[in-house]
């Protein structure tokens, strides 16, 4: 699969849960919504915010082995990082939209 740019997710079906992919036309058109499908990962871009709406990651079991470091949770990537989110101290873990 190629990169691209799309109305719909048509190119990139297998990457969702089912191979049901977001429908595009379920976000507000004011977004400025945008369909894009990589080789394992699809993004639901806001040409308004120009940030991702939604994203997608196929992963594998030689994805993850191939990363070769295991995903990290809040409290490692503050530390590394130094990035702190109002009200996550101690790696607390937040309800979606709660930011």
Known sequence: ?????????????????????S?????????KPTARCANH???????????PLVVVER???AHI???GEAPM?????AKRTGWSLPGAAGGQRHAAGEF
């Open 65 to 67: 082995s191939d990363a």
């Open 41 to 51: 990962y699809a993004v639901l871009y806001s040409a308004l915010s120009k940030s």
């Open 1 to 21: 699969m190629t990169s691209g740019t799309s109305r719909n997710f048509s190119a990139c079906t297998e990457l969702f849960p089912g191979k049901i992919p």
């Open 59 to 61: 992963l594998s079991r």
């Open 23 to 31: 429908d595009v036309r379920s976000v507000n058109a004011d977004w």
């Open 73 to 77: 949770g809040y409290a490692a990537f």
